[in-house]
């Protein structure tokens, strides 16, 4: 099945010619798309220097810094354009193991409307992280699941593989959300058109090189459209 994988990136130079050259390693028939936000570390010159030695590697170049959920869209946009089967989102970073890839693509291949990398099932770990940032994702992640009624242990994982179907039936074009709230409503859509999703264990490692993107604010609005999700779909339908 033809696979386009989106990685936004914006000041990824230190990560992106080793992301990319792993990627090709395991999976070579894959394209990949490099979404990134005009990085003034010269990430997107980078991506197509690289590109001429393992091929097969396009940069999207947006004017500036528009966020993780907008540079999926216009990722998925153009791989659904292009008549992709299978699309992959994942980190720029190194977070995301590129050899866990085989299985997601296998279980999206396989009839998974989404497959997704999970910390919190038997075989996924998180290695690096703190105690109380591990009981903070692991609080977030039950909590969405409790208020939404989804049977998800990572709706916030950002490894990922969708179906072309899949994104076409959840009209992913209106999600506005980004960061947490993005990843959570994505998989709240799979699951209310009816798609089947299916979790394959990772272990997420913190980035060594670079900054991290999130912020407190990405945390909260994500809560804050939980929240508000849960009310309209639960509470305000049961009403009427």
Excluded at 19 to 39: F, Y
Excluded at 76 to 85: H, I, K, N, P, V
Excluded at 159 to 166: F, G
Aim: charge should be negative.
């Amino acid at each position: 099945m033809r696979t386009l994988i989106v990685l936004p990136t914006f000041n990824e130079a230190d990560n992106i010619v080793e992301v990319l050259q792993k990627l090709r390693a395991v999976v070579p028939e894959a394209s990949v798309m490099v979404v990134d936000d005009s990085s003034p570390d010269g990430t997107a010159d980078l991506v197509e220097k690289v590109a001429e030695e393992i091929g097969d590697v396009s940069v999207m170049r947006r004017p500036a810094k528009s966020g993780l959920g907008s540079a999926y869209r216009d990722g998925f946009r153009s791989g659904l354009a292009a008549g992709y089967d299978l699309m992959v989102e994942m980190d720029s970073d190194l977070s995301h193991d590129p050899a866990a890839l085989p299985s997601l693509l296998a279980a999206a291949a396989d009839g998974a409307a989404l497959a997704l990398g999970s910390r919190y099932i038997p075989g996924g770990s998180i290695p690096d992280w703190s105690w109380h940032r591990r009981a903070l994702s692991r609080w977030g992640n039950r909590y969405a699941a409790a208020v939404l009624g989804i049977d998800v242990n990572d709706a916030t994982s950002g490894y990922r593989a969708y179906r072309a179907e899949a994104l076409a039936e959840i009209d992913f074009h209106t999600v506005q959300a980004d960061g947490y709230g993005f990843q959570v409503e994505m998989a709240y859509r799979v699951i209310t058109s009816g798609g089947r999703i299916v979790e394959i264990p990772i272990s997420f490692t913190d980035r060594v090189r670079g900054e991290s993107k999130m912020s407190s604010r990405i945390v909260v609005e994500a809560l804050v459209l939980v929240t508000w999700w849960a009310i309209r779909d639960r509470i305000l339908r049961i009403r009427r």
